[in-house]
């Protein structure tokens, strides 16, 4: 497709320096030698464009490859903590959201993230995050037994994390519901802002609309500007309804999980695509 634009733009060029070598040719010549360019050019690229084709079949197959052989089942300390904690889990395939969700007397409580948050780590946390990821595997190589790499894998992957956005949705009947956003890292979740919001349909809703709608309420302060104390407060408030560390570190490894298992999913999608005659 590439060859085909080159040759499409240098044609008006090309038709000048054969057309004017010495006097002036005439117009019927030029037209005629563009259209035995435009000829050539046309019978060529679909033989380019087949080519180019299998090229990234290839290139594609090679990445599906190396993703299949990582695996897709889920760790055992994502199952682990999925089986102990009172969150219910809602993922669904090719989704970009994964919600959590559970009941605390009579409350409902939401959790909501964003797998697309593993791509907006910046620089400096994507190197630490390679540097623990080889630091990790250097050190099963020297230190651990072929019995023992499946059982301290799990463990290695475990301590990874990257910041991932979370919004809780506290809500009570009739008392509406409070949103909270947050960030999971490193084990704590950090609370950026608390918003009151009178109707839980709103606090709840996922639409454009319910969107515009909550950006346009009072979010309260800043939350580290808020008192000391207050804030340990809240902070203990959350924990008490296990949104805790060891929610925070569930939240980002399965986001490091879902990805994989969404990118081989999009390879194999992809790869249909381009194959399509």
Same mark, same amino acid.
């Given at each position: ?5 080159t040759v499409a733009r240098a044609m008006p060029s090309l038709a ?94 939401? +959790? !909501?993230? /964003?797998? %697309?948050? &593993? ?10 995050? #390679?540097? $623990?990821? =080889? ?54 979740? +950090? !609370?950026? /802002?608390? %918003?009151? &919001? ?10 454009? #609309?319910? $969107?515009? =709608? ?64």
């Amino acid at each position: 497709m590439f060859g085909l634009r080159t040759v499409a733009r240098a044609m008006p060029s090309l038709a000048m320096r054969v057309a004017l070598p010495k006097t002036m040719a005439s117009p019927a010549m030029i037209a005629r030698v563009g259209s035995v360019q435009s000829l050539r050019a046309f019978s060529y690229s679909p033989l380019a464009w087949n080519k180019v084709d299998k090229d990234l079949l290839a290139k594609i197959d090679n990445e599906i490859k190396h993703e299949e052989e990582q695996g897709e089942e889920t760790p055992d300390y994502i199952t682990s903590y999925l089986k102990s904690s009172p969150f219910q889990i809602t993922d669904k395939p090719g989704s970009d959201e994964v919600s959590l969700t559970r009941k605390f007397g009579n409350e409902e409580i939401k +959790i !909501v993230f /964003s797998v %697309s948050d &593993i791509n907006s780590a910046d620089e400096e946390e994507e190197l630490d995050l #390679e540097d $623990d990821m =080889e630091d990790n595997q250097n050190s099963q190589q020297q230190n651990l037994s072929p019995s023992d790499e499946d059982e301290e894998e799990g463990d290695d992957l475990e301590s990874l994390t990257f910041p991932v956005r979370c919004l809780i949705t506290i809500s009570k009947p009739g008392a509406g519901s409070i949103s909270v956003d947050t960030i999971a890292q490193d084990g704590s979740f +950090i !609370v950026e /802002s608390i %918003s009151n &919001i009178k109707d839980s349909a709103l606090a709840t809703a996922s639409t454009a #609309e319910a $969107d515009w =709608e909550k950006r346009g309420l009072y979010s309260g302060p800043p939350f580290a500007e808020l008192d000391e104390e207050l804030q340990v407060a809240f902070e203990k408030y959350l924990e008490e309804r296990q949104i805790d560390g060891d929610l925070a570190n569930f939240v980002p490894n399965y986001v490091f999980h879902k990805d994989q298992v969404e990118y081989t999913h999009w390879l194999k999608d992809l790869k249909g695509f381009v194959a399509a005659k």
